[in-house]
């Protein structure tokens, strides 16, 4: 079974965590440079950790360990490794967080390091693939959270970036080891980083966290994704909003969904011998959030969970979020690895270093029904070398630069990227559902396919390999079974009280915290004019509208208006509503005018180890007029109380996100606010709340 978070065997924390599957069998994990249990106190500089499962992992070193690159600062650290198999070596990238650029602590740039192994030895290369870049007004924009991509003409990029500076992508060399153009920003600043991108079908996704990632037990970071038919974009979520807007766009794919896992974040992608795809990523267990004394370093895990798509938009577990109950194992075991010579292994093959050289045909029995066909291939110069399914074969052939599928009379092919070398590993998928087949050309299955064909075919009963050349890591599994449909939503239930602000007044049961004279009830709306206050921190100085909530599940709903224009700055002006127990203990889903951007926010503070703790969580895309929503649900197991956060820009299709919680036997109110800046002077215009029950 999984059980997160899987890296519990060797480390307490594994932040900003990737995989790779090595061409000796093993499953590699890397992590930011943190240390890796309590108590240790020492930082490791990239750890590694391996697996044969995906699920129990052990520690096996550290990446950087030799002589620092000449351009890293004394004390740097390396932050958010991104590992790949490029052309016959494994290749590194990484943040690093301090350089000899400039006397400043801050001046970010990604490196590069290469590796004949998964687990090293790994050397530094002299350079960074990316240097530091100064900021337009002063100081350095973060140049952290690096992802390599080989696009499907076979060309390389990396994207990288963060708040200060926003997302970019920049081509690089066939090597991957150098830049080869300039940058184009892909997604806006201050709102995401840790990208991440796929091709899956005909799009690009990029995968991207957005809020704190290191608030404890208020974090809040969560994973968006765009999709683009470019690797340079422009990425836009289901809803069509570019992730370059002021309004951003961002579909939400991962966000914390009110069990012990909250700041579910900064992902990369695995995908298991069956087909199946999963997430890799880091959580913070809110009852357990430091790694040793509170507010000191965060404690985030390596978790992984299943990530279906759903009408072609990415979603973890269908749309339950983490899990922190045994889930199904990802499928690892049955690959064949050649270490020790098979007896099916006929004349003309023979195993040479773990794996199988020569040339012919091998066919073994692989069942009735779906099937996934794959390995790794190396095929020597003007020579093909493939899979076989039943009557099926796919090859990649060099001579004729194609990668050719063939079934009776029908045959489908697509040519392969030249500036790749197909004479080192690469790995090849054959998956047939019911007469559809689908062949897919990948680098160590990273990043989607570079080359992919389909072919209607008559399944067989065998498989194996056939041609000349190397084969490894060969494998015939069952094809997974996707999900189609997401987890339903809590039915909204009916309307049991509303306040739609038609009367010259409020209705009876508000109850002001700090009245705000200047609010009033007119024209069909209460209008609200924008205070300068706050409610985090410990100056509570906005004022607050309440009302006692109803016992038991209920659903509150409002129809805001705040029109903060776009692309100025604005902070940090906000309203919408608000679950309240007291001045220091509140959850409050606001659209937030956030610098340049213009988000949906859920926010949570309350005391923790004698200070107070605040993070947000993003939902969906605000509008001038926003619809909110708050899903209230008590926990049968715990009494806890559970929001979780909707957003709409039409008041018809809704957007679902993170869920925040209050202890058993607390008695938090539900109401409005709007806050956060007076200049320049805007009204937030609501029209109505509603409550609904079930």
């Known amino acids: 079974m999984l059980v997160n978070p899987v ?51 052990t520690y096996v070193g550290d990446a950087l360990t030799g002589t ?90 990396l994207y990288f970036g963060s708040y200060y500076g926003g997302i970019s992508v920049v081509p690089l060399s066939a090597d991957g080891l150098h830049p080869a153009g300039s940058a184009t920003q892909v997604a806006l600043d201050n709102k995401y980083e840790g990208a991440y991108v796929v091709r899956h079908d005909a799009y690009y996704y990029l995968f991207a966290s957005s809020s704190n990632c290191c608030s404890g037990p208020a974090t809040g970071y969560a994973v968006s994704v765009g999709r683009s038919a470019s690797p340079l974009g422009p990425f836009t ?24 896992w909250v700041g579910t974040g900064h992902n990369g992608m695995v995908t298991d011998l069956s087909g199946q795809d999963y997430l890799v990523y880091h959580g913070i267990d809110r009852n357990n959030p430091y790694l040793d004394a509170a507010y000191g370093i965060n404690r985030r895990p390596m978790l992984i969970d299943r990530l279906d798509w759903i009408d072609g938009w990415p979603t973890v577990r269908a749309g339950a979020g983490a899990s922190d109950t045994p889930q ?12 020790t010579a098979p007896g099916w292994l006929p004349r003309g093959w023979k195993t040479v270093d773990g794996y199988a050289t020569g040339g012919g045909t091998v066919r073994r029995q692989s069942g009735a029904g779906d099937v996934r066909v794959e390995a790794d291939l190396r095929v020597p110069a003007d ?30 092919s697509a040519a392969l990227p030249a500036g790749l070398d197909f004479g080192t590993w690469h790995n090849l998928a054959v998956s047939i559902r019911g007469s559809q087949l689908t062949a897919a050309v990948t680098e160590a299955r990273q990043s989607g396919p570079i080359v992919a064909v389909s072919l209607r075919v008559t399944p067989g009963t065998t498989a194996g390999f056939t041609g000349r050349g190397d084969v490894d890591n060969f494998s015939v599994q069952r094809l997974y079974r996707p999900v189609t449909r997401a987890v339903p939503a809590p039915k909204l239930g009916k309307v049991t009280w509303s306040d739609d602000f038609s009367g010259p007044a409020l ?20 209008n ?45 002006q906000q309203a919408g509503l608000v679950a309240y127990a007291g001045d220091d203990d509140f959850a409050r889903l606001d659209t937030v005018a956030i610098w340049n951007t213009r988000q949906i926010e859920f926010g949570r503070e309350f005391p923790f180890a004698g200070q107070l703790a605040y993070g947000g969580v993003t939902v969906g895309t605000p509008a001038v007029t926003t619809w909110l929503r708050l899903v209230h649900t008590l926990d049968p197991r715990t009494g806890e109380h559970h929001f979780r956060s909707e957003s709409s820009t039409d008041g018809r299709t809704w957007t679902l996100g993170g869920t925040w919680t209050f202890p058993a036997g607390t008695t938090p109110k539900i109401g409005l606010d709007a806050h956060g800046g007076a200049t320049p002077a805007v009204t937030a215009r609501f029209d109505y709340v509603r409550i609904h029950q079930p």
Request: glycine share 12%.
């Open 507 to 526: 209705k009876a049961g508000w109850t002001w915290v700090r009245q705000n004279d200047a609010v009033t009830v007119a024209g069909g709306t209460l």
């Open 383 to 412: 020579s093909a070398l493939g899979l076989t399914a039943g009557p099926v074969t796919v090859t990649i052939d060099r001579k004729a630069g194609r990668l050719i599928a063939t079934s009776s009379s029908r045959r489908a």
């Open 237 to 260: 979520d289901a809803n069509g909003v570019s992730m370059l807007a002021s309004r951003t766009g961002g579909t939400p794919v991962l966000t914390q969904n009110g069990n012990k």
């Open 528 to 572: 609200w004019p924008v205070e300068a206050g706050d409610l985090s921190g410990t100056a509570n100085t906005a004022g607050v509208l309440t009302r006692t909530a109803p016992r038991g599940d209920y659903t509150v709903e409002t129809k805001v208006t705040l029109d903060v224009g776009v692309d100025d700055v604005r902070n940090y």
């Open 7 to 57: 890296s519990h065997g060797f480390a307490d924390t594994f932040a900003d965590p990737t995989v790779i599957h090595g061409q000796d069998g093993y499953w590699y994990a890397y992590g930011t440079s943190d240390p890796l249990k309590s108590g240790e106190g020492t930082a490791h500089h990239i750890p590694i950790g391996r697996s044969t499962n995906l699920t129990d992992w």
């Open 328 to 339: 199904a194992a990802p499928v690892t075991a049955g690959s064949q690895n050649f270490s």
């Open 68 to 157: 620092a690159a000449p351009y890293v600062a004394p004390g740097a650290s390396y932050w958010a490794p991104d590992v790949r198999y490029l052309d016959g070596r494994y290749v590194m990238y990484y943040g690093v967080t301090d350089t000899t650029t400039s006397t400043d602590t801050n001046d970010f740039a990604i490196g590069v390091a290469t590796s004949p192994t998964p687990a090293g030895p790994w050397t530094q290369q002299s350079e960074p693939v990316v240097a530091p870049r100064p900021g337009g007004s002063g100081g350095w924009l973060n140049t952290i959270d690096p992802a390599e991509l080989t696009a499907a003409d076979g060309s390389r990029y």
